[in-house]
Structure formats: structure tokens, C-alpha cells
T-cell receptor, first 113, second 115 residues
Framework: NAGVTQTPKFQVLKTGQSMTLQCAQD?????MSWYRQDPGMGLRLIHY???????DQGEVPNGYNVSRSTTEDFPLRLLSAAPSQTSVYFC????????????FGNGTRLTVT | AQSVTQLDSQVPVFEEAPVELRCNYS??????LFWYVQYPNQGLQLLLK??????LVKGINGFEAEFNKSQTSFHLRKPSVHISDTAEYFC?????????????FGQGTRLTINP
């Protein structure tokens, strides 16, 4: 049981490039989400999904796109990277909405130059 | 809207000493409260949570926290720390209607245990 798997672990992009951060979970969790972690600011919610085909915006969605075509996968797309998107990105999942706790992946460290 | 303030960005303590990590929150509605721990180069793990009932909650690794509604605080304590407790600790809240998923996090407190 791998839990929540994020790839890649590290990535360096130039301004304007695009890329997709991958997130997969093998726990049959309905709820998945993306957070970014910046020094001194804690984690902030970017996008979330309550099930396949359903996504919604969190606190800081600008510059990011998501889709949820399967229960297992929830990729995060940066269409045109900016230096302000330099951050550590965490994917999290839970069995369902309600009181199920979040399970986090180990993160992707992204640097945009 | 909700906000969470962790009053100390860094807390150094000696091994076997007690520790308290402070967390205050602001919210116009009732909230659930959480503490998460992040060990180096890992994701966050749930340490403990307050959903309802007794205001003193116990978590993993000997940690406990007390919910104080009048002071809007949820401080984390451990009576005797170990080197392995070195990590970053995050306090988080979520409005009752949002369940345990849409968390608002504090800035984090880096706990360093010295031998």
C-alpha cells in the first residue's frame, strides 16, 4: 500500500514553461486536494476534488488547472510558470468528505527561474 | 473566514524537557481543530484532532492538546520530548460545515530537540 505518491520530487522550470505535477493514491479515496507550502505561510489550498469528474477551487487557484478523470489520479497543471509559483506542493487525500483525515504525499519542490 | 496563528516560529528544547507549542485561531463559526507534524523531507501526518467532547485530546507519540474556546486556543504539549520529535508542527482549523478536509493552516513551528 503506497498511500499518496507524488512525482517528481524536484523540478526546475523557466518562466513561461508548463508542466504537470502528478499525484496518485491507491486507497480508493474519493477526496483529493493540492496545497502549496511557502516559508512563514503554512499550507494553502489550491484546488480540490470530491470525486471523479468533480473539481473546485481553493484559496489560491490562479495559475493552476486540475482535472479528475479517475478516482486514483489528480494532476496539477501549471500552464505558464511564474517565479511566484516557486514552492513545495503537497497532494492530500481522504476517504470522503466529512471527518476522514487527510493523508499527505511527500511533496514536490518546484523552482521557477 | 478563518485564520490560525502559531505564536512561535522556532522552539528549541533539551531532550526530556517538556514543551508547549502555542496555537490561536480566529473564526466566526465553530471549527474542528488539528495538529499535523512534518518530519524532514516527508509529508504531513495527523498528530491529533479535536472534533467535539472532551477538550483535552491525546494524540500519537505522547502529544496532547487542549481546546480552550474562550481563549480560541489549541496548544500542543508533551511532558518529555525525544530527539525523534524534531520536526515542524502545524496547527489547522476547518469550519464544521467543511469537515476535516478544507484546512486552514498556521505558519508552522519548528521544534528542535537538543541532546
Amino acid at each position: 500500500n503506497a498511500g499518496v505518491t507524488q512525482t517528481p520530487k524536484f523540478q526546475v522550470l523557466k518562466t513561461g514553461q508548463s508542466m504537470t505535477l502528478q499525484c496518485a493514491q491507491d486507497m480508493n479515496h474519493e477526496y483529493m486536494s493540492w496545497y502549496r507550502q511557502d516559508p512563514g505561510m503554512g499550507l494553502r489550498l489550491i484546488h480540490y476534488s470530491v470525486g471523479a469528474g468533480i473539481t473546485d477551487q481553493g484559496e489560491v487557484p490562479n495559475g493552476y488547472n486540475v482535472s479528475r478523470s479517475t478516482t486514483e489520479d489528480f494532476p496539477l497543471r501549471l500552464l505558464s510558470a511564474a517565479p511566484s509559483q516557486t514552492s513545495v506542493y503537497f497532494c492530500a487525500s481522504s476517504y470522503s468528505e466529512g471527518l476522514s483525515p487527510l493523508h499527505f504525499g511527500n511533496g514536490t519542490r518546484l523552482t521557477v527561474t | 473566514a478563518q485564520s490560525v496563528t502559531q505564536l512561535d516560529s522556532q522552539v528549541p528544547v533539551f531532550e526530556e524537557a517538556p514543551v508547549e507549542l502555542r496555537c490561536n485561531y480566529s473564526s466566526s463559526v465553530s471549527v474542528y481543530l488539528f495538529w499535523y507534524v512534518q518530519y524532514p523531507n516527508q509529508g504531513l501526518q495527523l498528530l491529533l484532532k479535536y472534533l467535539s467532547g472532551s477538550t483535552l485530546v491525546k494524540g500519537i507519540n505522547g502529544f496532547e492538546a487542549e481546546f480552550n474556546k474562550s481563549q480560541t486556543s489549541f496548544h500542543l504539549r508533551k511532558p518529555s520530548v525525544h530527539i525523534s520529535d524534531t520536526a515542524e508542527y502545524f496547527c489547522a482549523v476547518s469550519p464544521l460545515r467543511e469537515g476535516a478536509q478544507k484546512l486552514v493552516f498556521g505558519q508552522g513551528t519548528r521544534l528542535t530537540i537538543n541532546p
